[in-house]
T-cell receptor, first 113, second 109 residues
Framework: DTAVSQTPKYLVTQMGNDKSIKCEQN?????MYWYKQDSKKFLKIMFS???????INETVPNRFSPKSPDKAHLNLHINSLELGDSAVYFC????????????FGPGTRLTVT | GQQVMQIPQYQHVQEGEDFTTYCNSS?????IQWYKQRPGGHPVFLIQ?????EVKKQKRLTFQFGEAKKNSSLHITATQTTDVGTYFC?????????FGSGTQLTVLP
């Protein structure tokens, strides 16, 4: 059973388009995260939700909007995609915020052309 | 803001050699976590250190947390090809969790 799943695995799209990435965890965790990993492997936290409430919102363009319909899901919607948005996006979850081990999804490789 | 520096950025070793990666924070940390990411994979949690001066071992891996809780290290004894990947530290303060830039380890057979 996959603990943290993301769809799609690959996403190729043109500049200016709007796209969404979905994330689901079946671990019963109460905290979920979105990370961006660039081509140099640098991993940066973007958002974190605890019990469906936003608790971390790093300096991210407001074109990125997370949505958490319930504790098991955290989706990421991106408007007006730019070339610099090309990266691998990881979803993660943990039981409790920040101090607990995080379980990462397989990642979504976004390529903006 | 909080910064977590990790060195070296890249390390190539012959199989059987030892390997160490170092993590330094600009601020005192509540705890530090270590993750491993295999090529093409996702980060996988290895361990969490909480106490000042703490040392933990997992088989050939030894993790240390500095006395001042601002630095940490991961040492691998007698590397194997299965150790290939990128090792990240992640330092936590009250309000932030910041990942280091990672060390990409290549093990040559």
């Amino acid at each position: 059973d996959t603990a943290v799943s993301q769809t799609p695995k690959y996403l190729v799209t043109q500049m200016g388009n709007d796209k969404s990435i979905k994330c689901e965890q079946n671990l019963g965790h109460d905290t979920m995260y979105w990370y961006k990993q660039d081509s140099k492997k640098f991993l940066k936290i973007m958002f974190s939700y605890n019990n469906k409430e936003l608790i971390i919102n790093e300096t991210v363009p407001n074109r990125f909007s997370p949505k958490s319909p319930d504790k098991a899901h955290l989706n990421l919607h991106i408007n007006s995609l730019e070339l610099g948005d090309s990266a691998v996006y990881f979803c993660a979850s943990s039981q409790g915020a920040l101090s607990y081990e995080q379980y990462f999804g397989p990642g979504t490789r976004l390529t903006v052309t | 803001g909080q910064q977590v520096m990790q060195i070296p950025q890249y390390q190539h070793v012959q199989e059987g050699e030892d390997f160490t990666t170092y993590c330094n924070s600009s601020t005192t940390l509540s705890n530090i976590q270590w993750y491993k990411q295999r090529p093409g994979g996702h980060p996988v949690f290895l361990i969490q250190l909480v106490k000042s001066g703490e040392v933990k071992k997992q088989k050939r891996l030894t993790f240390q947390f500095g006395e001042a809780k601002k630095n940490s290290s991961l040492h691998i004894t007698a590397t194997q090809t299965t150790d290939v990947g990128t090792y990240f530290c992640a330092g936590r303060t009250a309000r932030q969790l910041t990942f280091g830039s990672g060390t990409q380890l290549t093990v040559l057979p």
